[in-house]
């Protein structure tokens, strides 16, 4: 892997970091500290400019009408996404575009015409669900939901829960058991409109995050045409699985992001207070978690890079991917806590937003798959067939 940038990857890298800094920061000053959307009116304006950058829908595909931005790239870009307050929540709240529910550009073109496309116009919102009360770090063997047919319609029954945003989505895509018998290879993943018959959020899970909440579903004799399966009958688990590992990607940038700005706050900080009558700079303790900072930062990004390049070379990446979602979420909690302790009683105010990063970087820990799964994936690829 090349790791020297390009002249158009440093320029678009500080459009971005401009972007960032002049736009969206200072709007922060007049948010509640755990907003997660802007108001309406800023909104329009920063979506405008992002696309006369052409920079909007980064993760859009270039026929869908994306940008044509290769992989390492979008991952830098996503670096520097994260660098405010709402940085690893809501990057840059959603100013750039995105491609919503990726599966669906894989779905039939009646499919793309109902569901796909108004997503990606910003007219229709969606939600992946996977996980289940009964466990979310082995979801192929803990889905309990179950699809019968029943003509040329399945009817659905069973419960979801950690399901994102599904309060306020317009349909989903939910993932039930087909045959109960094959494993991984009896689920299949089913487009489902919330307005369904059948369809229930049954209630609000508040999380460590103020700003974020998940959802529990539950779906009592929901009836879903043939027509809505994504994919095919009982091959429902790849189409999660790739969603998975890939996201692991701009998953761990966010990551990295908000430990970069944290380390330049911190840098920033500590040659000016002043403690017993030195700069905090001058004390070993501090220059170390500085040091320490540093090396947490630079493993974390190499590793992401090398997975964003193996990935958008066509190359097998899942071990790479869980390293990175690893390295770099357990590595940004250590950044943000050091540098919470070098600021004090500042560290923990919302003045700042390091308590905001801290809870949030606790989470990510969780979400896309826990700190032991993400082992569990890479000991697979290390040692093969005798952990599979």
């Given amino acids: 892997m090349n790791l020297e940038l390009t002249?158009?990857?440093?320029?678009?890298?500080?459009?971005v970091r401009r972007f960032v800094r002049e736009e969206i920061v200072p709007l922060e000053l007049n948010l509640d500290p755990d907003a997660d959307e802007l108001a309406s009116e800023d909104q329009a304006r920063l979506i405008e400019k992002t696309k006369a950058m052409g920079l909007y829908g980064l993760d859009i595909p270039p026929e869908y009408g994306g940008p044509e931005i290769d992989l390492v790239t979008r991952t830098l870009i996503a670096v520097e996404m994260a660098q405010h307050r709402a940085g690893l929540y809501a990057p840059c709240y959603g100013t750039f575009g995105g491609a919503g529910l990726a599966q669906l550009f894989e779905a039939t073109d009646a499919q793309k015409e109902r569901y796909l496309y108004p997503t990606l116009r910003g007219e229709k919102r969606g939600f992946f669900g996977l996980s289940e009360p009964s466990g979310g770090s082995d979801p192929a063997r803990a889905i309990q939901t179950k699809a019968v047919r029943d003509g040329n319609d399945w009817i659905i029954n069973g419960s979801k829960l950690w399901i994102s945003g599904a309060d306020r989505a317009?349909?989903?895509?939910?993932?039930?058991?087909?045959?109960?018998?094959?494993?991984?290879?009896?689920?299949?993943?089913?487009?489902?409109?919330?307005?369904?018959?059948?369809?229930?959020?049954?209630?609000?899970?508040?999380?460590?995050?103020?700003?974020?909440?998940?959802?529990?579903l539950h779906f009592e004799d929901m009836r879903i045409s043939n027509d809505n399966i994504l994919g095919e009958v009982n091959k429902g688990f790849a189409i999660a699985n790739d969603r998975l590992t890939r996201q692991r990607i701009p998953y761990a940038a966010g990551c990295i992001g908000v430990a970069i700005k944290a380390q330049e706050m911190a840098l920033d900080y500590v040659p000016q207070r002043e403690t017993f009558g030195a700069p905090l700079a001058t004390r070993q303790s501090i220059q170390w978690m500085l040091v320490d900072n540093d090396i947490d930062i630079k493993q974390s990004l190499w590793i992401t890079l090398e997975a964003a390049s193996k990935a958008s070379q066509g190359l097998g990446f899942r071990k790479e991917a869980a390293m990175a979602k690893l390295v770099a979420?357990?590595?940004?909690?250590?950044?943000?806590?050091?540098?919470?302790?070098?600021?004090?009683?500042?560290?923990?105010?919302?003045?700042?937003?390091?308590?905001?990063?801290?809870?949030?970087?606790?989470?990510?820990?969780?979400?896309?798959?826990?700190?032991?799964?993400?082992?569990?994936?890479?000991?697979?690829?290390?040692?093969?067939?005798?952990l599979r």
Avoid at 171 to 200: E, M
Avoid at 205 to 216: D, I, P
């Fill in 7 to 15: 002249q158009e990857q440093n320029l678009i890298i500080a459009m």
């Fill in 170 to 216: 317009d349909f989903g895509l939910v993932f039930a058991r087909t045959s109960p018998d094959k494993g991984r290879g009896g689920v299949t993943c089913f487009i489902v409109d919330t307005d369904n018959p059948g369809f229930h959020v049954r209630r609000i899970v508040h999380t460590l995050r103020s700003a974020h909440y998940a959802t529990e």
């Fill in 329 to 386: 979420t357990e590595a940004g909690g250590r950044v943000v806590d050091r540098c919470m302790q070098m600021f004090g009683g500042l560290g923990v105010a919302k003045d700042l937003p390091f308590e905001r990063w801290y809870r949030e970087m606790r989470i990510r820990r969780i979400g896309e798959g826990p700190s032991e799964v993400q082992r569990h994936v890479i000991a697979r690829e290390l040692l093969g067939a005798s």
